[in-house]
Structures are given as structure tokens and as C-alpha cells.
């Protein structure tokens, strides 16, 4: 999954940060977010959780659901 989000955060630079974290070392932060299964995506706003991915999925699909996210105003 890692080399697809490379290509994801280059194309949405401008818009969004995408940041990596390890579960079984940030613990805490995965409950937080509310983690449940591996890989998982989650789309943050000001105000927290907005959307989330679950699964292995391809970097098309990856990038359908963030312009549908972004398209739709939902990260504030």
C-alpha cells in the first residue's frame, strides 16, 4: 500500500496530507481513530473523522473515493 499512497499524496498535495502510522507501535492513535482493520484509510477534517477505507484497494479506487470526498466539501 505504500508506494500507491506515494503516488496519492503527490496527487493531492495541495489538498490533503497523507501521513503513515504503524498500529502495533502507535497503539493509542489506532484506537483513537478507531482502526479496525489493516490497511485502513482515514479522512480527517478540522473537526475529526470524516471517511473512512478499509482494505487493500487499488489507486484508482483510492482516488475515486478521495474526489468524492473532496468533491463534496466534507473535510473542513
Same mark, same amino acid.
Given at each position: 500500500? #505504500?508506494p500507491i499512497m506515494v503516488d @496519492? /499524496?503527490?496527487?493531492? @498535495?495541495? &489538498?490533503?496530507? =497523507?501521513?503513515?502510522?504503524? @498500529?502495533d507501535e502507535q497503539t493509542q *492513535? #489506532? $484506537? &483513537?481513530?478507531? @482502526? !479496525?482493520? =489493516?490497511?485502513?484509510?482515514?479522512?480527517?477534517?478540522?473537526?475529526? /473523522?470524516? /471517511?473512512? *477505507?478499509?482494505?487493500? =484497494?487499488?489507486?484508482?479506487?483510492?482516488?475515486?473515493?478521495?474526489? $468524492? &470526498?473532496?468533491?463534496?466539501? !466534507?473535510? $473542513?
Amino acid at each position: 500500500m #505504500a508506494p500507491i499512497m506515494v503516488d @496519492v /499524496s503527490k496527487h493531492y @498535495v495541495d &489538498q490533503l496530507n =497523507v501521513i503513515k502510522i504503524d @498500529v502495533d507501535e502507535q497503539t493509542q *492513535l #489506532a $484506537k &483513537q481513530l478507531e @482502526v !479496525t482493520g =489493516v490497511p485502513s484509510l482515514v479522512l480527517l477534517g478540522r473537526s475529526g /473523522s470524516k /471517511s473512512r *477505507l478499509i482494505g487493500g =484497494v487499488s489507486t484508482e479506487e483510492i482516488n475515486r473515493w478521495l474526489s $468524492k &470526498q473532496l468533491d463534496h466539501n !466534507t473535510i $473542513k
